[in-house]
């Protein structure tokens, strides 16, 4: 299969191929992958989300226990993960601890194309086209540049 982009999450790893289709590979305990929750390791297989179909990924990343996507060309931003404890999917003010399905990530106005995604254990970050840099999520360590 040919790729178009690669990611890791946690114990998983995150392949983009070049249809738009995301796969992963790993262990699923922490449900991120699979509808299935499973505890030993799993062959690739393609993430069958509902929210996914007929979507291209353009690129995804992860963090211990979520997973943040880019879709149609920068358009659209998707998080999903085990829960949004300290914020990390970019839900907005809904922090849950519990499961979290697949939604879109909440970025200010004016809407501008998303080229690129990244994840720490339990923050994200989202970089613009035009450079902006979105951070969310635990930054009780400084991690996302604000200080401790």
Known sequence: RSLRGLGTAGEQTLLVASTGALWAAGVNSKHCLFEERSEGPQHAGKVDLLE??????EAAAGGDAHIITILEKGERVLSWGRNNEFGQLGHGAALSSVPVGPKAVCLPP??????QVACGEAH?????VVGSLFAFGDGSSGALGLGS
Do not use: A, I, W, Y
């Open 110 to 115: 004016p809407r501008v194309p998303v080229k």
């Open 52 to 57: 996914l179909e007929g979507h291209e990924v």
């Open 124 to 128: 994200s970050l989202v970089l613009t």
